[in-house]
Every structure is written in structure tokens, then in C-alpha cells.
């Protein structure tokens, strides 16, 4: 059973950063593309950050380009979201997703292209 268990959210300032970890089970990440979604109260899941399987190749949504950096850990199989500079308009439910593994020919943003999900963790930032 292939589980995503993501951790490192809480409650933080405007201004401070966070790492927010993405630890898998029954799958490897470094075979996966492995995102980070979001999804604010009364909106839909966002797209905010992927890492490729094949060659590490990042994407970023641009409104969080030059803060948020995704990263992976082979050896500990977990995936990192940073979080620099963060805003109350980052505040959140923070999803991690995998895709099959070797997937060609997917669109990092698009959820639809993810087949498995984590529980998500909460990010509150106070102004």
C-alpha cells in the first residue's frame, strides 16, 4: 500500500519560513513526479511545486517562483517543500501527491496526473 504522509505545518508569522516534509511508503519518490498542491478555504487545489522523477527538473507556479523550492531525499525517501517569506495568503492545507512511477508525458500542475495523495497538513500564517 503506497502512503504519503506530509508533516512540518503549524502556525507561524508573516515573514518567517517553513519546511514542510512529504515521506513515502510502498513507493519510491526518485521514480515518481512528486508535487505540492494547496488548497485555502473556499478555493480549489492548487498546483505550487513539482520535482520530476526522470531528471529532477523543477516547476513552480508562478506566483510562488523565488519562494517556495521543492527538494527530495532519495536516501530518506521524503520530499521538502521551503517556504520562505510566508504570507497570510499561504495559509492552507498542504498536499503532497506522487505519480505512477516512470509516468512520460505528464503536466506537473495538473492534479488529474497524481494517483496518490497525503493527508495534508495545515499551514496557519498570522499577519
Known amino acids: 500500500q503506497v502512503q504519503l504522509v506530509e508533516t512540518g505545518g503549524g502556525l507561524v508569522q508573516a515573514g518567517s519560513s517553513l519546511r514542510l516534509s512529504c515521506t513515502a511508503s510502498g513507493r519510491t519518490v526518485s521514480t515518481s513526479t512528486m508535487g505540492w498542491f494547496r488548497q485555502a478555504p473556499g478555493k480549489e487545489r492548487e498546483f505550487e511545486a513539482a520535482?520530476?522523477?526522470?531528471?529532477?527538473?523543477?516547476y513552480y507556479a508562478n506566483p510562488v517562483k523565488g519562494r517556495f523550492t521543492i527538494s527530495r531525499d532519495n536516501a530518506k525517501n521524503t520530499v521538502y517543500l521551503q517556504i520562505d517569506s510566508l504570507k497570510p495568503e499561504d495559509t492552507a492545507v498542504y498536499y503532497c501527491a506522487a505519480s505512477r512511477p516512470y509516468r512520460l508525458g505528464m503536466t506537473p500542475g495538473r492534479a488529474d496526473d497524481y494517483d496518490v495523495w497525503g493527508q495534508g497538513t495545515q499551514v496557519t500564517v498570522s499577519s
Open positions: 520535482i520530476s522523477w526522470r531528471a529532477g527538473n523543477t
